[in-house]
């Protein structure tokens, strides 16, 4: 599921508002910033974000069928500014550098539309939770050394194989 492309969401009706909040719930006992629905087993093109920024402001929403324009990409390396990490691959940390500056357009669960300019952390969960929808981990997007870094945690626990999920606020995958 996690890196096969969802596909769009043909109707907003009960059932994908009910995933909606069901998402919300999972994301905030995770904890995490954004989860995207291939990472709760639907294979549709919906995500999720709520971050706290610096200044204590919240900004969270639903992101349904979105589309993603990303400012072109600086070329260096990570630094720890762009320390990441995916509650499908938990207790792990990477640096990936990403775009800058995205914008987001989407629908929200009444239908209507979405825009918003992101910078910084914003647009990195973003750019994060896109991808999920077109079957990519950040981790697939690693350089060396960190991508076989990641490979060998994921071989270590068993990870990579069909079927595995943790429940949280209840597993502890970092034990
Ligand atoms: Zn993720």
Known sequence: MLHS??????????????????????????????LAAPQVGSP????????TDDDGVVHSGVAVNPRL???????TPAGDDDV?????????RFGLVRSSAAILE???????????EAEGWLARIFQHEYDHLDGVLYLDRLAHPEHKAAMKI?????????GLSWLPGTDHPED
Do not use: Q
């Open 5 to 34: 492309p969802a596909r769009p969401v043909e109707e907003i009706d009960e059932g994908v508002r009910r995933l909606a909040a069901d998402m919300v719930e999972t994301m905030a006992a995770a904890p995490g910033v954004g």
């Open 44 to 51: 549709l093109r919906m995500f999720v974000w709520s971050w």
């Open 69 to 75: 324009w990303i400012a072109p990409t600086r070329v």
């Open 84 to 92: 990441e990490g995916c509650l499908s691959f938990p207790g792990e």
């Open 106 to 116: 989407a629908s929200d669960l009444e239908g209507d539309p979405v825009r918003i």
């Open 154 to 162: 994921r071989k270590k626990n068993g990870w990579g194989v069909d």
